[in-house]
């Protein structure tokens, strides 16, 4: 299981006072007004960073971090990604996962037949679809919807759905 999540990618600097537009990776932007702390990954080390302030722009976060005061300390971050910790991640209800979780995860029909690994989860915005490798490569794509999606235990990681017709074809 992993132990942090992306919540962000920073774009660009935001003005001349440290300031970083950040595009969201997270189902609920409004998240961050919550959020204290992240964690940035240069690619070299990772920094634990105290948010000051959080702004939106469109579909776009505006952070302030306490450690930075211009610009020219927060350039370098172009492209960078932005964690919180499973403790500070968003808590989950009932019958909800976290993709990263769910990825690898054995996929099995209600009848027992093996369809493969989770690969990836595509967020449609009506409902999420999960993207099987089948044994022989190709791939299956399965709507997450109760109809189809029977049962998910993360003690066993294996995915039971049910292969409505013409999931296939």
Known sequence: ?????????ITSPHGIAG??????????????QKLKHV???????????????VRFSKQ??????????NINEV???R???????????????KDEYFIADMIGMNV????????GILKDVMQTGANDVYIVEEPDGTELLLPAIHDCVRDVDMNRRVIT?????GLRD
């Open 79 to 93: 492209g960078k990604s932005l964690y919180v910790t499973r403790e500070n991640a968003v808590k989950l209800e």
């Open 39 to 53: 964690i940035l990954d240069t690619g070299r080390e990772e920094l634990h960073l105290e948010i000051a302030q």
């Open 60 to 69: 776009m976060v505006i952070l302030k971090f306490r450690e930075f005061q």
């Open 1 to 9: 299981m992993e132990d942090r999540f992306q919540v962000g990618i």
């Open 75 to 77: 350039e370098r971050f």
């Open 108 to 115: 099995v029909a209600t009848d027992g037949e093996d369809l």
């Open 161 to 165: 759905v049910f292969l409505m017709p």
């Open 19 to 32: 300031e970083v537009k950040v595009f969201p990776t997270t189902d609920d932007i409004r998240r961050f």
